[in-house]
């Protein structure tokens, strides 16, 4: 596969098979007591459409924090994109075309397969996701952050062992009301029979997890499996809701209620995802307005950061950083940042506009990832040769060809 066909793959919406039913929700239940009921979810059951740029955004946006520019760091960062080439389609005929992995990934083995399959189930998660709380709580703008985040601002109760991955934060548009919408646990296994084991154990992480309100309040969760089989390319994902009325009731509560939370631990909270766009932006001045205590002690003055560029993705400006990439079929160039009016916006200190431009972006992010026109500045035999992709959290990607 060269470098055309890759970015052809990943900017085209296709079908990720997988299941949430029945079957998956009884898995997951082995792994819950009564006080906790396993739900499919009907959207992702037998297929999810995505675009592979979307999963890799996910993945870059989901996995950064703390970045500092080491070489380790930056080879950290840069490296999530080998994934580009990461997938083909079954059948190039059939629309939407079905991904699998291609033969580059296949013949990845062993340790490197299971990392390979841990990370594409943290891009699917981020994915799925928003994807799931945007559907139970459609008038909400949503956060999703670093459980550890959430634990160090005492906001999500300390766990021994094993924690969930993220918290969904929301808050309404039309009330401005503060919440915690659930949990979100990302699993990914090379094994058919560990899969089964990892929806198990991801669904008892989600009940294990709960908030300090300041008495106990229980989280809906929601459980994904990637398996990066050696034949295919499959998920499984359910949903872990707490039981109505405690451990003698056998049925989930029918719409799990968001656990309203006062403005200085939203301002606490949110200030985590503010601290990451500033850092993708390379703005070091915002950082230091916007970052929690926490991570500006833990963000080495050391170091020299790239100057950062500015790049037009879906007709909105971003500024971040750009690395340019040698591959067969010619050189990549891959950028990543945040969208400047978000940037303008927390200068600026006004939460009524940083509102209003965080849902022009959503409407901007739904809008990429819903065209089935391959996105992209194409060559002459109609592959393109740039793909972008905005996150509904505000961050951007656009991967080109460099000689282009």
Do not use: C
């Not at 300390?158 to 009301?177: C, E, N």
């Not at 990302?186 to 560990?194: N, Q």
């Not at 993705?313 to 950028?335: K, M, N, Q, V, Y």
């Not at 500045?377 to 959290?393: F, G, K, L, M, Y």
């Amino acid at each position: 596969m060269d470098v055309r066909q890759a970015l052809l793959i990943a900017s085209t919406p296709a079908l990720l098979l997988g299941r949430s039913n029945a079957g998956s929700a009884a898995i997951a239940q082995q792994g819950l007591t009564a006080a906790a009921t396993a739900v499919p979810v009907r959207a992702f059951d037998r297929r999810y459409e995505l675009r592979p740029v979307d999963m890799l955004l996910a993945l870059a946006y989901g996995t950064r924090l703390d970045y500092d520019r080491t070489v380790l760091d930056a080879y950290m960062q840069w490296a999530l994109f080998r994934y580009l080439g990461a997938f083909e389609w079954r059948d190039a005929y059939h629309r939407p075309p079905v991904l699998r992995l291609s033969d580059a990934a296949r013949r990845v083995t062993g340790n490197q397969r299971r990392v390979l399959s841990e990370e594409l189930g943290i891009g699917l998660a981020v994915s799925l996701a928003h994807d799931w709380t945007t559907a139970l709580y459609p008038d909400f703008d949503v956060h999703l952050l670093d459980i550890d985040a959430a634990v160090e601002e005492r906001v999500i109760r300390p766990i021994k062992g094993k924690r969930t991955d993220y918290l969904v934060l929301g808050a309404s548009h039309r009330t401005a009301q503060q919440v915690l919408l659930g949990l979100v646990e990302s699993k990914g296994t090379a094994s058919a029979t560990h899969a089964v084991a990892q929806l198990k154990s991801g669904a008892t992480q989600l009940e294990e997890t709960w908030a300090h309100m300041p008495r106990r309040a229980e989280l809906p969760g929601l459980v994904s499996v990637m398996h990066a089989g050696r034949a295919h390319l499959a998920y499984q994902a359910v949903q872990v809701l707490p039981t109505a009325q405690g451990p003698s009731v056998t049925r989930p509560a029918p719409d799990p209620a968001p656990i309203s939370i006062d403005h200085n631990r939203w301002a606490r909270l949110t200030a985590y995802t503010w601290a990451k766009l500033a850092d993708l932006a390379e703005d070091d001045v915002l950082f230091a307005r916007v970052a929690p205590q926490r991570l500006k002690g833990r963000r080495p003055a050391s170091g020299q950061r790239p100057a950062p560029v500015t790049r037009r993705i879906a007709d909105r400006t971003f500024r971040g950083s750009e690395a340019t990439i040698p591959l067969p079929g010619g050189d990549l160039r891959i950028f990543l940042g945040a969208d400047q009016a978000i940037l303008t916006a927390l200068y600026e200190e006004d939460p009524v506009y940083l509102a209003a431009i965080r849902r022009e972006v959503l409407s901007a992010s739904a809008g990429e990832r819903g065209r089935s026109d391959n996105l992209g500045i194409r060559d002459r035999s109609n592959r393109p040769t740039r793909v972008e992709a905005i996150s509904d959290d505000g961050a951007g990607i656009a991967i080109s060809l460099a000689n282009q």
